[in-house]
């Protein structure tokens, strides 16, 4: 193998794909002004498990799971084969006035999944689009619509979402999201929302517990809600950890206090488990761990294992009855191409049926405990201010000194740092800014946690001397 990384046809192959990227495609999240010399491309010709594999067959370990989607490693085969019988029987139909089994299969196995709450009636009906942006503007317009349709409340216009927080880049998601790299520039054309502060523990006050920082949060939210009584449709927030906002993690006593604020207020609550759904912090969903069940659910990433685009919202009865009427006005006028696109049905059902026949919650539950170990040693970082934990999500703080509230100055670029530095040993390691985090694929072994930890450990060494 090692032979293999400088062979010189293979080189050469590699610099000519890297030229012909450069000259043609335009890369998300990112400056290209920075490619090749500054943020390195990293090339990858397979997956396998765990390991992005490049042309010259070095293996990369992918502890972000490639933006978060996959769950089971790449190529993982039974979900391969689920999507190549598909494409065999049907790739694509139009799902307005049409059917097919894999949609219908696969939103009975979801709302049978689905958070549930006692006394509350159970998610009932789900809707499909394309991706985590596409599925949290129907969310958004869901809410709004049904009070617009009822009628008798035409102040209800308005959304709350959490400061830090993040649900996507479409105007509709970016307006409710709370991120100012992404929404700064945008500001003009965006939907003005109502921001609550967030109950993220990393904000908590020297000797107050994530529990209590949570409901000070829940009071502010309170207040909010009061102070525009019958102005808001829905409230949106991402359960558990704020993700794009840098892993920021928050007691559950927030989610209750949230569901119990929204039903005296009249307001929808809005689960984003775009990122948390699936096992990712130790239960199925997020919401399971406050015993709450939202009005509407988002999922999307993890719900086809990584392989293909599909997102899911699930609502109550009761919010798809507000839209039954003789008036199509009154109808959800709100479409994708691809919804409900049997192959990436296909891939859904694939990976329910591998949570099944694996026990994959159990696994995860212990492979957060063997996470959790290796971190600790890092809590004692000079430079690492916080590390946090909500199941197979972990996050380090970096800050000068190790104190709260000193980030390092922007100029240095730590996380890009950290990240060159991680690369260059075979794990990528894509920081939210001064934040490294590790959100493997489920599949990750002993060997490959070990290496992420000690890889980590040199990274912020580097980064930060």
Same mark, same amino acid.
């Given at each position: 193998?090692?032979?293999?990384?400088?062979?010189?046809?293979?080189?050469?192959?590699?610099?000519?794909?890297?030229?012909?990227?450069?000259?043609?495609?335009?890369?998300?999240?990112?400056?290209?002004?920075?490619?090749?010399?500054?943020?390195?491309?990293?090339?990858?010709?397979?997956?396998?498990?765990?390991?992005?594999?490049?042309?010259?067959?070095?293996?990369?370990?992918?502890?972000?799971?490639?933006?978060?989607?996959?769950?089971?490693?790449?190529?993982?085969p039974?979900?391969a084969?689920?999507?190549?019988?598909?494409?065999?029987?049907?790739?694509?139909?139009?799902?307005a006035?049409?059917s097919?089994?894999?949609?219908?299969e696969?939103?009975?196995?979801?709302?049978?999944?689905?958070?549930?709450?006692?006394?509350?009636?159970?998610?009932?009906?789900?809707?499909?689009?394309?991706?985590?942006?596409?599925?949290?503007?129907?969310?958004?317009?869901?809410?709004?619509?049904?009070?617009?349709?009822?009628?008798?409340?035409?102040?209800?216009?308005?959304?709350?979402?959490?400061?830090?927080?993040?649900?996507?880049?479409?105007?509709?998601?970016?307006?409710?999201g709370?991120?100012?790299?992404?929404?700064?520039?945008y500001?003009?054309?965006?939907?003005?929302?109502?921001?609550?502060?967030?109950?993220?523990?990393?904000?908590?006050?020297?000797?107050?517990?994530?529990?209590?920082?949570?409901?000070?949060?829940?009071?502010?939210l %309170?207040?909010?809600?009061? #102070?525009? /009584?019958?102005?808001?449709? @829905?409230?949106?927030?991402?359960?558990? =950890?704020?993700? +794009? $906002?840098?892993?920021?993690?928050?007691?559950?006593?927030?989610?209750?206090?949230?569901?119990?604020?929204?039903?005296?207020?009249?307001?929808?609550?809005?689960?984003?488990?775009?990122?948390?759904?699936?096992?990712?912090?130790?239960?199925?969903?997020?919401?399971?761990?406050?015993?709450?069940?939202?009005?509407?659910?988002?999922?999307?990433?993890?719900?086809?294992?990584?392989?293909?685009?599909?997102?899911a919202?699930?609502?109550?009865?009761?919010?798809?009855?507000?839209?039954?009427?003789?008036?199509?006005?009154?109808?959800?006028?709100?479409s994708?191409?691809?919804?409900?696109?049997?192959l990436?049905?296909?891939?859904?059902?694939?990976?329910?049926?591998?949570?099944?026949?694996?026990?994959?919650?159990?696994?995860?539950?212990?492979? %957060?405990?063997?996470?959790? #170990?290796? /971190?600790?040693?890092?809590? @004692?970082?000079?430079h690492?201010?916080? =590390?946090?934990? +909500? $199941?197979?999500?972990?996050?380090?703080?970096?800050?000068?000194?190790?104190?709260?509230?000193?980030?390092?100055?922007?100029?240095?670029?730590?996380?890009?740092?950290?990240?060159?530095?991680?690369?260059?040993?075979?794990?990528?390691?894509?920081?939210?800014?001064?934040?490294?985090?590790?959100?493997?694929?489920?599949?990750?072994?002993?060997?490959?946690?070990?290496?992420?930890?000690?890889?980590?450990?040199?990274?912020?060494?580097?980064?930060?001397?």
């Open positions: 193998m090692t032979e293999q990384f400088h062979d010189p046809a293979i080189l050469a192959e590699a610099d000519a794909w890297r030229s012909r990227d450069l000259a043609v495609l335009w890369h998300p999240c990112t400056q290209m002004r920075e490619h090749p010399d500054t943020l390195p491309l990293l090339q990858v010709a397979r997956g396998d498990g765990a390991w992005l594999v490049g042309p010259d067959g070095r293996r990369t370990l992918d502890a972000v799971s490639s933006w978060w989607v996959n769950l089971f490693g790449h190529a993982e039974r979900i084969e689920a999507i190549a019988r598909q494409a065999r029987t049907l790739e694509q139909v139009i799902l006035g049409c097919h089994l894999p949609a219908v696969l939103a009975e196995r979801l709302l049978a999944l689905a958070p549930r709450q006692p006394g509350r009636a159970p998610l009932a009906r789900v809707f499909y689009a394309d991706n985590g942006s596409a599925g949290v503007e129907a969310a958004l317009k869901m809410a709004f619509q049904w009070y617009a349709n009822r009628g008798d409340e035409p102040r209800r216009t308005k959304f709350v979402a959490l400061e830090n927080g993040y649900h996507g880049e479409t105007l509709g998601a970016l307006a409710v709370d991120i100012p790299l992404y929404r700064r520039v500001a003009p054309l965006l939907a003005e929302a109502l921001f609550a502060p967030s109950p993220d523990a990393y904000l908590a006050r020297d000797g107050q517990s994530a529990a209590g920082h949570a409901e000070d949060a829940a009071d502010a %309170a207040r909010l809600l009061d #102070e525009h /009584a019958g102005e808001v449709c @829905a409230l949106v927030l991402e359960p558990r =950890v704020q993700c +794009a $906002g840098g892993m920021r993690m928050h007691d559950p006593v927030y989610l209750k206090r949230a569901r119990e604020l929204c039903d005296v207020h009249g307001v929808f609550l809005i689960a984003d488990e775009i990122a948390v759904g699936f096992g990712r912090t130790g239960t199925m969903f997020a919401c399971e761990q406050a015993g709450i069940q939202p009005d509407l659910l988002c999922l999307s990433k993890g719900l086809t294992g990584g392989f293909l685009p599909l997102s919202v699930l609502a109550t009865q009761a919010l798809y009855d507000g839209f039954l009427d003789d008036s199509r006005e009154r109808a959800f006028l709100h994708h191409s691809y919804t409900g696109n049997p990436a049905c296909a891939a859904a059902l694939a990976t329910l049926d591998i949570f099944e026949a694996d026990d994959v919650i159990a696994r995860n539950r212990a492979t %957060a405990a063997r996470m959790a #170990e290796l /971190a600790a040693p890092l809590r @004692a970082h000079p690492v201010a916080d =590390v946090r934990q +909500a $199941g197979m999500i972990v996050a380090f703080e970096l800050a000068e000194g190790g104190r709260r509230g000193a980030p390092f100055d922007p100029a240095r670029r730590t996380g890009l740092r950290a990240y060159r530095h991680a690369l260059a040993r075979g794990v990528l390691l894509r920081p939210l800014g001064d934040v490294l985090y590790w959100m493997p694929p489920y599949c990750i072994d002993e060997a490959q946690l070990a290496l992420l930890a000690d890889v980590t450990r040199t990274a912020i060494d580097a980064a930060t001397a």
